[in-house]
């Protein structure tokens, strides 16, 4: 840890800091965006296509406008000035999009779209009169999955395009075709990975106010992205940004990927407050939220692996089909999944090979994990099938192939999202794997195993090992000021949902200070309090904004202690920062408070002069450019047991370990690799967003989609390993999907081991009972 | 103005107060704590009783507010979230959610802490498989349920399970 | 998801309830605990003009066991008949069937006969009724009919209740003494839907043979089915191993179940079969473990 304390006192940083965010959340004074006071704004509810794909013929609203207490219904014709696109996030100079517009204007193309808004005094009279809008659809043909979006002949997504592909990426390393042909063995699978959703338990909001008097718009968003919407807004609207602010409010309930998107309500809503003058909210229902907010997942991989006799991947080539929906909102997770497949193995020959696909279904994007399970249950999978047809154990082929702990940085021979060169900046893989296996008696495991097989039961165990980048730029900052009070406000751009920045940024700044950690507040996620800011997704927050905040009040601290030096009259090195004062180290009841810094400093005496050189404005700001991605890296050791009658398969055990570099409050990493692994069981077991062929939703309640309860989840049994990263002075690396990645893989893994007396190949995930035995043959 | 709804008088005890109102019938009873009351501690996630936000304990009993009518709570003493911490004080129960860490983004909790609130006044949890089975009834994206387990483990007096943090 | 309007009735006697009933017909839906209509009517999948509360109605909310059976009134909780004392010991297939309705939550305020005259093919409530053969008990402005359960589920949501008619109450028979029952399900998590259930309930002998036996599977059909041929080869053994593997084959020949996005007919057929000898099996144990 790279961290010198200004003064002796206990760091705050690496213990395990309780939240101070608990006590409004447990006492039911939180601040979601639906729980402020907003008594006065209208509501809003939104028309959605019905239909996957149609030529909107006409909109007719009128018996809608005339119910009363509706304020206005709105089409695309009332809102022609907003029809521009909204780009891609992430793109590619290869990419095709397609036009997204905010509303349809003449052609819908997934269930969900939006086609009208309707503004009213309640959400209740809103959805009465939307059910009172009639759309005339004239029915096109439906693109519902990725293989009929690449068949030959089959219909387009989009009427404008020649065909379905958005876009076609190769990545290469070394001679892939080559070693494919002289290897000594190859074996290959095709693996598909299904559909889901993020499911925050709360939706979408947003809420706008505008003020004609001022022209200022504020909009409250619970996105996880205050300032990239600020900018679309902005560009969009044709105001400067200063005129809007985007406020993510105080708590957001969850994100995972889907709130960092921009969409389309969020161009509308504050515009028609504009429009309106009247302050308008939308809050989505989960109805919505099942088919219109960005989803993930779905790919479908054929893969070759090519091998020697002891286990030593000579070659890997991969190519996939994903799902990108209606539209591109960014290549994100496609891209991840390309740069993520080799994991954390040397495999000299490498073909990665995509084709993303337009569909007609809800656009997808980043979720948890963000690309990387799917190519982790692709890598580990075929690892554990080497295994197997060498007869070996899947453990040690895994340690024949990892790259060693000396080789770092290590060059992957691949291209990064970013462009650059696949780079691993630390790590120790086989640590991570010694980790596991030492939590573990594998031998007696097997033992137990195979007695168990004789009474029936079938237990098996699966490992998963993969490597995660994150903290990606290209900067986040802080702002950290001494306040009139007397007090350190440390200001963030990065908006939570949970992570606990109010705790850790705090912890973090008190130790760079020298102050008491009660002294220190943390605010965030507002466009009016920092000016610039990429916001909290794929993990890159810590690694960003810790080393920012790091680094302001680094420079804050000097200043205190020249502006203590000056009024104190003796040199800064003398000057600690100690509690709440600046003192004098030798005698430390010489001493200026924080409180007399902030009254001379900051405030300031009217009309009285201070020396010249003064640190007037105690105040500094820092951002932070990371060179390039972080690797974290983790490991997840799976016991399971499959009901062989039923598929029913029952976590028993699992060991997760993890390395995020250095752990700034170990209660707050831990909760995320618990919270991701429930996740990754998600993913793994339960949850799959069915479409049928017409493009319709079918499951669109927790009735039908299956989240994870207590009762379906085990509580890991985590261990950590730190192997700083050099990329930032803290050593810091992104920890919020680590726990998800692994996993699937892990229980696919563990699943196809119970199941092996069968010959059961595990292909498909999510693995619900009927697909498990499907697999072992006994349905069809 | 909407058209003339007919409205219902309500009469009923939240958190140990009379409340009286006049109400659609329509709207359930977690919007009528929401908006009419301004307990905005209570929170809808699926308004179809399944992720368990939205628990309140009417009569003594954990219920969706979602899933009742305003009107239906008519004569009934409904508890919510903020009626947990007296005089400032955490209960017991909020006090081990904290220690736990049982919430990041905090939006499912109050419903977990009126269902366990309801739960643990017939008894403590016995075990691991018990406080899963308390918990089984709410839904959390974010926290995997690990410290949730524990705090009732320990609230209960048991045994906790694996490790912590190492 | 807010529900559309309606006018809302709470009649406090049961004759105002059914000429509500009456007086609207299909314009009218009664609501008692709300865990199945809500939702409904929150995604506007249901709107009724008309709300007949009947929670007020206090003749609705008596249950009362007797030594020829139990009557479970209207507005009877799910958890208050699963904790009731004298439930778990004389109705343990009713009570093993309602520890795995949905959650406590939606138990402490959905009703038994809420639950029978909402009919959805997958819940397990009316699969029990139809193994323990237990009596609807309808009124009207024109009377009372009682309607057996298995005559009772006509197809997925739909039931032989005239629009003027209330299910008042069920009955169910009380069982001979040595008596074992038991509900099976799969569901992917605790609390869902079943993709498949199976009610068991059987009579011994002294000497452990099974002098009558009723077994109902829910998710394989529109209306819970009522598994005679099994039940008729469970009869007379002592649910021997390999009369038990009879059954399962049994009870696959008599399903056709549906396919839909969770499961495959195949898959249905297959858990049918395994539930059904497994719910058998529960009870065999249960016999066993009475006789020491």
Redesign the interface.
Same mark, same amino acid.
């Given at each position: 840890m790279t961290l010198p304390a200004t003064s002796v006192r206990t760091p705050l940083v690496g213990t395990g800091v309780k939240r101070r965010e608990d006590r409004r959340l447990l006492t039911g004074k939180g601040e979601f965006l639906d729980d402020l006071a907003f008594a006065d704004f209208l509501e809003a509810a939104i028309v959605r296509s019905s239909v996957a794909h149609a030529r909107v013929r006409s909109v007719d609203v009128s018996a809608a406008v005339a119910l009363p207490g509706v304020a206005g219904v709105f089409t695309a014709a009332d809102l022609e000035e907003l029809l521009q696109d909204l780009p891609p996030k992430v793109t590619h100079p290869d990419l095709r999009p397609r036009v997204r517009f905010p509303i349809v204007l003449d052609e819908a193309c997934y269930v969900g779209e939006p086609i009208a808004v309707v503004v009213a005094e309640s959400r209740r009279v809103a959805e009465d009169a939307a059910d009172l809008v009639v759309v005339d659809y004239e029915p096109l043909g439906v693109v519902a999955s990725t293989a009929a979006a690449l068949a030959a002949g089959g219909p387009v997504a989009h009427l404008d395009a020649e065909d379905n592909v958005c876009v076609r990426i190769t990545q290469r390393a070394g001679e892939p075709d080559a070693a494919l042909a002289s290897a000594p063995h190859v074996l290959s699978e095709t693996f598909r990975i299904s559909r889901g959703g993020g499911h925050s338990m709360e939706g979408r909001a947003v809420a706008a106010r505008y003020e004609a008097a001022t022209g200022e718009l504020t909009v409250w968003d619970a996105t996880q992205a205050p300032h990239y919407a600020r900018q679309q807004l902005a560009v969009l609207y044709g105001l400067t940004e200063d005129r809007i602010r985007v406020i993510a409010p105080t708590d957001v309930g969850g994100g995972f990927g889907p709130k960092a998107q921009f969409y389309g309500e969020e161009v509308l809503i504050p515009y028609l407050a504009m429009r309106l003058e009247r302050p308008i909210k939308w809050i989505e229902d989960r109805w919505e939220n099942f088919v219109s907010a960005a989803m993930e997942r779905t790919q479908t991989h054929r893969v070759e692996v090519g091998f020697d006799e002891e286990g030593h991947l000579l070659v890997l080539k991969d190519v996939f089909e994903h799902d990108q929906g209606a539209y591109c909102l960014g290549l994100q997770v496609p891209t991840i999944t390309m740069s993520t497949l080799p994991g954390p193995y040397v495999i000299p020959n490498i073909h990665s090979e995509l084709v993303s696909c337009y569909t007609n279904m809800a656009p997808t994007s980043s979720l948890r994990g963000a690309g990387r399970p799917q190519a982790v249950t692709v890598m580990e999978r075929m690892v554990d099938r080497v295994a197997e047809h060498l007869g070996l154990a899947p453990e040690e082929v895994r340690r024949r192939n990892l790259i060693p702990a000396d080789a770092f940085p290590y060059r992957v021979g691949l291209l990064f999202r970013d462009g650059s060169p696949l780079t691993y900046d630390s790590g120790n893989y086989p640590g991570l794997l010694d980790g596991a296996l030492a939590r573990i008696d594998l031998a007696a495991f097997r033992a137990e195993q195979t007695e168990a097989r004789k009474a029936g039961r079938f237990l098996g165990v699966g490992i998963a090992m993969c490597v995660e980048g994150t903290g990606l730029g290209p900067y986040e900052g802080a702002r950290v000021r001494l306040t009139n009070f007397g007090r350190i406000l440390v200001t963030l751009a990065a908006a939570p949902q949970g992570q606990g920045y109010q705790t850790v940024y705090a912890q973090l700044a008190a130790d760079a200070l020298g102050v008491d950690f009660d002294l220190v507040d943390v605010r965030h996620g507002d466009t009016a309090n920092i000016p610039f800011g990429q916001g909290t997704f794929g993990s890159r927050v810590t690694a960003n904004a810790a080393p920012a905040v790091h680094d302001a009040c680094r420079q804050l601290a000097a200043d205190l202690r020249k502006a203590a030096a000056m009024l104190l009259g003796v040199d800064a090195e003398e000057i600690e920062i100690a509690g709440d004062a600046a003192v004098l180290r030798s005698d430390p009841e010489q001493r200026a408070t924080l409180l007399e810094l902030t009254r001379h400093y900051n405030v300031g005496r009217h009309g009285m002069a201070v020396k010249p050189g003064s640190p007037v404005g105690l105040e500094r700001t820092a951002y932070f450019t990371p060179e390039r991605a972080a690797y974290s890296s983790a490991i997840n050791v799976a016991v399971i047991e499959v009901d062989a009658e039923t598929g029913l398969v029952t976590l028993l055990r699992t060991i997760l370990g993890h390395d995020c570099g250095t752990v700034l409050n170990p209660l707050l990493v831990d909760g995320q690799v618990y919270g991701g692994f429930a996740h990754g069981v998600g993913n793994a077991l339960y949850e799959e967003m069915h479409y049928d062929e017409e493009g319709t939703p079918l499951t669109v309640s927790y009735l039908d989609y299956a989240l994870p309860g207590a009762l379906e989840l085990v509580t890991p049994e985590l261990f950590h390993q730190e192997t700083p990263s050099p990329l930032n002075p803290l050593g810091v690396k992104g920890t919020g999907e680590s726990g998800t990645i692994p996993t699937p893989a892990a229980i696919a893994n563990a699943v196809e081991d119970a199941l092996r007396p069968f010959g059961a190949r595990i292909t498909t995930l999510p693995l619900t009972p009927p697909r498990v035995l499907g697999a072992l043959g006994v349905t069809g | =103005?909407?058209?003339e709804?007919?409205l219902?008088a309500l009469n009923l005890v939240v958190n140990g107060e009379s409340q009286s109102a006049l109400v !659609?019938? %329509?709207?359930?009873l977690a919007?009528f704590l %929401?908006?009419r009351l301004g307990?905005?501690?209570?929170?809808? #996630?699926? !308004?179809?009783?399944?992720?368990?936000?939205c628990?309140v304990i009417v009569d003594g009993?954990?219920? $969706?507010s979602?899933? =009742?009518?305003a009107?239906?709570a008519?004569g009934t003493d409904v508890e +919510?979230? !903020?009626s947990?911490?007296v005089d400032g004080q955490?209960s017991p129960l909020?006090q081990a959610?904290? !220690?736990h860490?049982c919430?990041?983004? #905090?939006?499912?909790?109050?419903g977990f802490?009126m269902?366990l609130t309801a %739960?643990l006044r017939h008894g403590p949890v016995l075990d691991e498989h018990e406080?899963?089975?308390a918990?089984?009834?709410?839904?959390?994206?974010? +926290?995997?349920?690990? #410290?949730?387990? $524990?705090a009732l483990l320990e609230l209960s007096g048991a045994a906790a399970?694996?490790?912590?943090? %190492? | 998801m807010k529900p559309r309007q309606f006018e809302y009735h709470r009649p406090r006697r049961l004759d105002e309830a059914l000429g509500l009933l009456a007086e609207q017909g299909e314009e009218a839906k009664v609501i008692a605990g709300g865990q199945s209509l809500i939702p409904m009517l929150n995604f506007r999948l249901a709107a009724p003009a008309h709300l007949v509360d009947i929670n007020a109605v206090e003749e609705l909310g008596t249950l009362t066991f007797t030594p020829d059976g139990v009557r479970i009134g209207a507005t009877v909780r799910q958890h208050a008949l699963e904790q009731a004392p004298d439930a778990a010991l004389s109705y343990p297939l009713l009570t093993s069937a309602l520890g795995q309705v949905a959650h406590l939550q939606i138990r402490n305020r959905g009703t038994v006969c809420g639950s029978l005259a909402h009919a959805d093919s997958a819940a397990e409530l009316p699969a029990t009724m139809v193994a323990l053969d237990a009596t609807m008990v309808a009124r009207s402005v024109r009377g009372e009919r009682r309607i057996p359960a298995r005559e009772f589920f006509e197809f997925h949501l739909g039931t032989a209740l005239e629009a003027d008619e209330l299910l008042t109450a069920v009955e169910v028979p009380a069982s001979p003494p040595r008596s074992a029952g038991t509900f099976v399900e799969l569901a992917r998590r605790a609390g869902d839907f079943a993709l498949v259930g199976a009610a068991a309930q059987a009579s011994f002998s002294e000497g452990g043979r099974v002098l009558a036996a009723a077994l109902s599977c829910s998710g394989v059909a529109p209306t819970p089915l009522l598994l005679e041929e099994a039940a008729a080869i469970a009869t007379g053994s002592a649910l021997e191993d390999e009369v038990l593997m009879e059954v399962d084959q049994a009870v696959r020949r008599a399903v056709d179940p549906p396919a839909d996005v969770h499961a495959s007919a195949s898959y249905r057929r297959v858990v049918a079969g395994t539930l059904a000898r497994r719910a058998l099996g529960e009870l065999r144990a249960t016999r066993e473990a009475h006789d020491g």
């Open positions: - | =103005m909407a058209e709804q007919e219902h !659609e019938a %329509r709207v359930s919007d %929401r908006h307990l905005t501690g209570t929170h809808l #996630g699926c !308004e179809q009783g399944s992720c368990g936000a628990t009993q954990a219920v $969706r979602c899933l =009742m009518l009107v239906q008519e +919510t979230v !903020e947990l911490a955490l909020q959610f904290h !220690e860490h919430l990041q983004c #905090g939006f499912c909790t109050s802490l269902s %739960r406080a899963r089975e918990l089984s009834g709410n839904l959390c994206r974010c +926290t995997g349920y690990a #410290g949730m387990v $524990r399970p694996a490790a912590e943090h %190492r | -």
